[in-house]
């Protein structure tokens, strides 16, 4: 799509990040899916739950930079992630739940705003003590998640997700 931007956002399980993020103004297209594996094919849930396929449970993010910046998305990427353990988010446990930002090989610009967010998150984070444990490179790969994990919590309006309701809500407000 023409003027968009793009990143690639892996919190844990897709479902509540898909949810919170296809829900922010200029968001134009989310896609829950898995990023940065070490196959090229067959890619399925099944296979990713394993833990040795490198995956990590990701969302494509595309957006209109004019309407919201990437500084914004990612903002809101932080508000929903625990920056200090590796392979988990809530009682998502697992290294398909590592917590990573990925981005186009072809998107320097976006890599450079990426680098500095996460360089001042991870300076906020050890100043306290505390491992800063987030991936953040360029994609390697992505492949689409099954349908039935697309949009899942407008799906499954009562179903299981790391991130609470009231903390999404709490950060739509906030960006709007």
Known sequence: ??????LYLAGGCFWGVEELFR???????????????NLTQ??????????????????????????????RILWAYFRIVD????????????????AGIYWDAADSELRE??????????ARVEAQGLPFCIEAHELRNFFEAEE???RYLVKNPGG????????????LAELT
Do not use: K
């Open 83 to 98: 920056p200090t353990v590796s392979n988990r988010q809530g009682n998502d446990v697992g290294t398909q739940y590592q």
């Open 42 to 71: 067959d890619v399925t849930y099944q296979r990713v739950c394993e833990g040795d396929t490198e995956f990590r449970e990701t969302v494509h993010v595309v957006f209109d930079p004019a309407i919201v910046s990437a500084e």
């Open 160 to 171: 299981y997700c790391h991130v609470p309701r009231t903390e999404m809500d709490e950060v």
């Open 148 to 150: 039935y994990h697309q």
């Open 113 to 122: 705003v990426v680098r500095q967010i996460v360089d001042g998150e991870r």
């Open 23 to 37: 829900q922010i103004p200029g968001v134009v297209e989310t896609q829950a899916g898995y990023a940065n594996g």
């Open 1 to 6: 799509m023409a003027n968009t931007q793009t």
